[in-house]
């Protein structure tokens, strides 16, 4: 169980000011790679806090619904160009995102994955591909800068990292759906 | 196992009156989705007062702000080196002076550009932008704030954020500003619907009027 401390130490690191002052300066690592990585820093989390919790775990999220909803809320919140730029200019946005990515979508996330059916993980990236056609669509396409604090061609940047990132989900949606099929033949 | 339904039930509950108080607060009410919009709500609510501040005119006049007590005054902030949304900016703004009544804009209302560029609008340059716009450089004159303190404080006040990039250009947001008599900031508006505009300001004034 050595790794949990390496994945601390990852998220400590995240969170020192200067780290996490680099990291926001370029709108499309602030948003694809630093919030994912928070995220991910709650996956890698979650095993040992639902070994810690299990009741817990079992109880409030028991065919992985509630966690669902609860990733995806947050997930859309911090999609806002609004959250964004709170999240540079408000010290205490900054410190939701630093809890609410790794604790309320990241942790939750893993608990609800291994529960659900996979008509809802479809379901789930099905619903993020369509989301992030739109937000792709919204920052290329947007007559108006959406961040204050980045500047337009960022915000262009962001959007084709937005639709790469939904062609990505549509392929592996693809890949899924043709593996299956052949399985069934 | 009751329980433990109620439990699902009660998670489904907290986690989506969670979500949509997070939504509500993170967008104020389902107002402000962008941090301008929220910016332009806040800016109406404030009224600022505009700064003490001394302007540099196209013809190289000096003069302080309150020059212009009494008056209404149509503000727009530009740079004149911005090749993107400046032009459209103060096209817009030459629009809405187009539609103002010659008296209103004669006696009760000062339209004035300020650059946010100092140390490359000078006079001169300010001068050529005005022959471009063909203002008549009095109802309507563009303006430089020498001092950067100064440019600063009505910057940050006004809700003006201009970030400087790599190639001397600047990325700003851009609105009409309506600054009433008193020097307090009464309007925010969108430097797109310039028909709007004119009839905001209007009714401003004739309200203004009647008080």
């Known amino acids: 169980m050595k790794g949990i401390y390496y994945v601390v130490i990852l998220y400590i690191f995240l969170m020192l000011p200067p780290v996490a002052n680099l990291m926001e300066s370029v709108m499309i690592i602030h948003m694809h790679m630093q919030m994912t990585l928070f995220a991910a820093i709650g996956f890698l989390l979650a095993p040992g806090m639902i070994r810690k919790f299990p009741r817990f775990f079992e109880e409030w999220n028991p065919n992985g619904i509630p966690g669902l909803l609860l990733f995806v809320l947050v997930i859309v919140y911090w999609t806002l160009p609004r959250s964004m730029d709170e999240a540079l200019n408000l010290w205490y946005i900054e410190l939701f995102k630093f809890i609410s990515l790794p604790f309320l979508a990241g942790v939750p996330l893993r608990d609800s994955w291994k529960k659900l059916k996979s008509s809802w993980k479809n379901g789930l990236i099905i619903f993020f591909t369509l989301l992030f056609i739109v937000m792709g669509w919204l920052y290329i396409w947007s007559p108006n800068q959406l961040c204050n604090n980045y500047l337009l061609i960022d915000q262009i940047t962001l959007g084709w990292g937005f639709l790469l990132t939904a062609v990505c989900m549509i392929i592996y949606l693809a890949y899924s759906y043709i593996t299956d099929l052949a399985e069934n033949i | ?211």
């Open chain 2, 1 to 211: 196992m009751m329980v433990n339904k109620n439990k699902t039930l009660l998670s489904y509950f907290v986690i989506a009156v969670f979500g949509l108080v997070l939504l509500y607060l993170g967008t104020d009410g389902f107002t402000a989705y962008t941090s301008e919009k929220a910016r332009v709500n806040q800016l109406k609510e404030e009224t600022p007062m505009f700064p003490e501040v001394t302007l540099e005119d196209h013809a190289g006049r000096v003069y302080p702000f309150s020059e212009f007590e009494g008056k209404y005054v149509f503000i727009t902030f530009f740079y004149s080196m911005c090749g993107t949304v400046c032009p459209e900016l103060e096209k817009n703004m030459a629009e809405v002076y187009e539609m103002l009544p010659e008296d209103v804009v004669e006696e009760g209302i000062q339209f004035l550009s300020i650059s946010f560029d100092p140390e490359r609008d000078t006079p001169e340059v300010l001068d050529t932008y005005r022959e471009w716009l063909g203002s008549d450089g009095e109802t309507w004159r563009m303006a430089r704030i020498p001092d950067q303190k100064e440019l600063d404080e009505l910057l940050d006040r006004f809700g003006v954020i201009v970030i400087p990039d790599e190639y001397g250009n600047f990325a700003h947001n851009s609105a009409f500003y309506l600054v009433d008599p008193d020097g307090r900031l009464v309007e925010v508006m969108d430097y797109q619907e310039t028909r709007e505009a004119a009839a905001t300001v209007m009714e401003i004034m004739e309200e203004g009027e009647e008080k």
